[in-house]
């Protein structure tokens, strides 16, 4: 089983700052790296594809980059409206696994 | 528009059944691979199942691997997930998501869950 790992775990960040978000899998999943948003009491919504590729609809403050075992989630210029949990996926190889999340709370 | 509801989620004692649907509408059903992902209360994601397009090849987390049955019926929309054996570490919200492919991807639509208790 791929493993993925995020860092950090957690992070209070004030608005306007870059985050950076990290995922590390345990072994090379190509581009196959996927992030998702999760705010409480509601369902995870995809935010980048493959690595980073950007979606339709997903503020252009977010971006994705990396491949092979290190992957990046950027938000430029955090939003209040960012807080929430973010999870990165692997789609590579089964049983297809999810990192355990970085919460980012708002200053 | 994309819509996936889920339904079937409840209370029910360890070893018993539960089966979970998930009907969906606003694209072409039939193309795209489904998938079953779960989460504990206050835990993070996890992968529990997926059915491809086409050919319906099933594939399982090994945790629920002879419990849990996904099966498809493409005439109707709608995705299940029969859970047999329960147990007590099966508590969670489960939602159904659409996959990008016809066998794997990233999930581009989820529903709202449907909460699964098992509890004596």
């Known amino acids: 089983e791929i493993v993925l790992t995020q860092s950090p775990d957690f992070q209070s960040v004030t608005p306007k700052e870059r985050v950076t978000i990290t995922c590390r899998a345990s072994?090379?999943?190509?581009?196959?790296s996927h992030w998702y948003q999760q705010k409480p009491g509601h369902s995870p919504k995809l935010l980048i594809n493959y690595a980073s590729q950007s979606l339709s609809g997903v503020p252009s403050r977010f971006s994705g980059s990396g491949s092979g075992t290190n992957f990046t989630l950027t938000i430029n210029g955090l939003e209040p409206e960012d807080a929430a949990t973010y999870y990165c996926h692997q789609s590579s190889s089964l049983p297809y696994t999810f990192g355990q999340g970085t919460k980012l709370e708002i200053k | 528009e994309v819509q996936l509801v889920e339904s079937g989620g409840g209370l029910v004692q360890p070893g018993g059944s539960l089966r979970l649907a998930c009907s969906s509408s606003g694209f072409n059903f039939h193309m795209y691979a489904m998938t079953w992902v779960r989460q504990a209360p206050g835990k993070g994601l996890k992968w529990v199942s997926a059915?491809?397009?086409?050919?319906?090849?099933?594939y399982y987390a090994d945790s629920v691997k002879g419990r849990f049955t996904i099966s498809r019926d493409n005439s109707n929309n709608m995705v299940y997930l029969q859970m047999d054996s329960l147990r007590a570490e099966d508590t969670a919200t489960y939602y159904c998501a659409k996959v990008s492919g016809t066998h794997g991807g990233f999930y581009d639509q989820w529903g709202q869950g449907t909460l699964v208790t098992v509890s004596s």
């Open positions: 072994q090379s999943i190509g581009r196959s």
């Open positions: 059915i491809s397009s086409g050919d319906g090849a099933t």
